[in-house]
């Protein structure tokens, strides 16, 4: 048995955010249906594909059912609000608004099943001078400052290469949210509306920076602190043959070990004297030596925090990732093929693929649950 077998989600969301929560949800045992629009989540139509099939959609939505419903019709709403009178959870994506117009929004979900949880997952939430703007992953961490501490060394703010306010502050932060919500239903029985706001939702990203302004009464500025490019104990150092080193010796300890290794010069392991200067011996050290020189150095030399840079698919190969059964989960696609499923971030013995029920999960088809909705 799953954590969350009995659990129904409505699932209005579209695109990342919500799909990879209402995942997490799936994955943990619950049942998830998609009630998609006419045509479909848009990401069914994204690349790669194989036989014509979205793989991102298949990633996302994999384990889930699907209806296909034009709410703008009338009694849609009504026909939709009757699956309400049964589910635990109902999950949006849209501004705010919208689905009070589709005659689906919070106020008609509480009338139709007041123990139902709503969430509303939101680029700047509910409420506020810009709830009704439209945006994307990258405005709403720039907005929250995230790319305003993240530059490179010339000042320029970085591309961030995933997508962090949609992930890291929208699907997580709406998973807690709807099992914190789903704890205290089961206790009292009473619903709840999560106002989920990603732009907002970005700020524990930025915990140091915020306690450092707070405390200075500046605010910090990139490459400053000692985790985003202050300390030359913290950072990416390129090898003779264009590898790269991650170095993570904030511990002197660890420090210790990395300079004995490197065999930096005395009068540079004090760095609060001159970090530049030490940054600079490093960089020389590292870089007089190709990877494979310095790969078994660091596989023998456990404590030391740092670690070759792997491209992805190495990393994926990862012995360490295989013992654990990281990528164990399978995603069936309509021909038959079987691709690994990407990793959600529960606990061994949570997910499927580690509960025993390691068969592979396949996406929905557009509206294959549509007796659902017509029955209801």
């Excluded at 929560?21 to 249906?33: C, H, K, R």
């Excluded at 999560?194 to 524990?204: K, N, R, S, V, Y």
């Excluded at 043959?241 to 010069?265: I, K, N, Q, R, T």
Aim: aromatic share 6%; net charge negative.
């Amino acid at each position: 048995m799953l954590f969350l077998d009995g659990v129904k989600v409505l699932d209005f969301t579209t695109l990342l955010p919500g799909p990879l929560a209402t995942l997490v949800l799936a994955e943990a045992g619950a049942e998830v249906i998609k009630i998609e629009r006419p045509g479909g989540d848009p990401i069914r139509h994204a690349p790669p594909f194989v036989d014509g099939e979205s793989v991102p959609f298949a990633m996302l939505n994999r384990g889930k059912r699907s209806i296909e419903v034009d709410l703008k019709e009338p009694g849609a709403a009504a026909r939709v609000l009757a699956l309400v009178e049964t589910a635990d959870v109902v999950i949006e994506q849209f501004r705010p608004g919208v689905m009070d117009r589709l005659g689906v929004g919070y106020e008609a979900v509480q009338q139709a099943n007041p123990r139902c949880i709503y969430c509303a997952i939101s680029g700047y939430g509910q409420r506020g001078r810009r709830a009704d703007v439209a945006g994307h992953d990258l405005n709403y961490v720039a907005e929250a400052g995230l790319l305003g501490v993240t530059s490179d060394r010339d000042g320029q703010p970085t591309l961030p290469h995933t997508q962090l306010a949609d992930i890291g502050a929208g699907s997580y932060p709406a998973v807690i949210n709807i099992l914190l919500a789903l704890y205290r239903a089961r206790r009292s029985g009473a619903g709840a509306f999560l106002d989920i706001a990603m732009t907002e939702q970005t700020f524990p990203f930025l915990w140091q920076a915020l306690a450092h302004g707070w405390a200075t009464g500046t605010m910090t500025s990139p490459n400053e602190l000692p985790l985003t490019g202050g300390s030359p104990r913290y950072g990416l150092y390129p090898t003779a043959d264009g590898g790269m080193l991650a170095l993570g010796a904030l511990e002197d300890h660890f420090w210790a070990s990395f300079c004995e290794l490197v065999e930096l010069p005395e009068a540079l392991r004090d760095d609060t004297r001159d970090p530049e200067a030490t940054r600079r011996g490093i960089r020389d050290a590292v870089a007089a030596r190709p990877s494979d020189f310095w790969r078994p150095k660091l596989k023998d030399a456990k404590h030391l925090c740092c670690t070759l840079v792997p491209s992805l698919e190495d990393a994926v190969k990862d012995p360490q990732f295989a013992e654990r059964g990281i990528f164990d989960g399978r995603i069936g696609l309509s021909n038959g093929t079987e691709l690994p499923a990407v990793p959600v971030p529960l606990a061994h013995g949570v997910a499927r693929r580690t509960a025993g029920d390691g068969a592979p999960t396949r996406a929905p088809s557009l509206g294959e649950a549509n007796a659902l909705l017509t029955s209801a």
